[in-house]
């Protein structure tokens, strides 16, 4: 079944949107639905977002619950934060694994509006922490495809349920994902100059991570160009080479060329997983 991915700004107002899609789906399509977010796995929001290592390894929490409730009999709708494109690039491959069918709704709300509704929870955020959050989100778009179909509503207003059910159950099924296809059998040479390819990158990565401290330029070819603003480990770029090896062995590309543009683009938007 699909997966609903909210996104937005602390105390925006997601947990009611999620509530009332929640009782939308059971009461009226009398369907099952796994509600997943802070309140359902006990966790205090505050530590939560009080350092990168903690916000890491409750992102990770969250990935692991939703691939754990996915089904072909529920849906599962994610109530987080959600705010890093990275976050909700790994759901859509989540739902490309399953071959369902998935879409973002974007609470959009001012700053006023979210620290007006801090004040009325039990445990609100720390102001200061709530600010930063709200300036940090990347906002879903559209044409991205792992935001799509998107629909943003304000606080106050209904999820668009009409909508939602057609995207949800009649739209069109992910393409069968690469990491379920058969792995294909290639020689040698393929393996060893893909590894190369992407090792010289990464050598790149390092080498400019160590003459500069702005953002490292990667030339895909003499028109383009892909700009990193994470500083990487050797470790963390020899992770991120042997998940693309895996992932190209399913969906190899058809060149060097295009070697590096996919490898590029694949540390690009998953960068801020780390």
């Not at 949107?17 to 639905?33: D, G, P, R, T």
């Not at 709200?134 to 207003?157: F, K």
């Not at 990487?232 to 190209?248: D, H, N, V, Y």
Request: charged share 30%; with cysteine.
């Amino acid at each position: 079944m699909p997966l609903i991915v909210l996104c937005g700004n602390p105390c925006c107002g997601k947990t009611t949107v999620a509530n009332q899609l929640k009782e939308y789906f059971e009461k009226q399509k009398n369907m099952v639905v796994n509600l997943i977010n802070e309140e359902s796995l006990n966790a205090n929001k505050n530590e939560i977002y009080k350092d990168s290592h903690n916000e890491k390894n409750h992102r990770s929490h969250i990935r692991s619950e939703v691939e754990k409730n996915i089904s072909d009999k529920t849906i599962t709708i994610v109530d987080t934060l959600n705010y890093i494109k990275g976050s909700r690039y790994e759901f859509y491959c989540l739902v490309r694994n399953c071959k369902t069918r998935h879409c973002v709704i974007y609470i959009k709300a001012s700053l006023e509006k979210c620290l007006e509704n801090n004040k009325l929870l039990k445990e609100p955020y720390n102001e200061d922490l709530l600010k930063d959050l709200y300036s940090r989100l990347e906002e879903p778009i559209q044409s991205n495809r792992w935001d799509c179909p998107l629909y943003t509503i304000y606080p106050g207003e209904e999820a668009p349920y009409d909508d939602l059910c057609i995207s949800l159950f009649e739209g069109k099924k992910a393409r069968d994902p690469v990491s379920t296809k058969s792995e294909l059998v290639f020689d040698t040479n393929y393996l060893f100059n893909l590894d190369k390819t992407c090792q010289d990158i990464i050598n790149d990565i390092l080498h400019q991570q160590d003459q500069n401290s702005g953002d490292t330029i990667l030339k895909i070819n003499n028109d383009e160009v892909i700009y990193l603003n994470k500083k990487f480990t050797p470790i963390q770029l020899k992770k991120i080479k042997t998940e693309f090896i895996k992932i190209s062995k399913n969906h190899p590309p058809k060149d060097k060329n295009e070697t590096i543009k996919f490898f590029c683009e694949y540390v690009k938007t998953i960068q801020d997983r780390y």
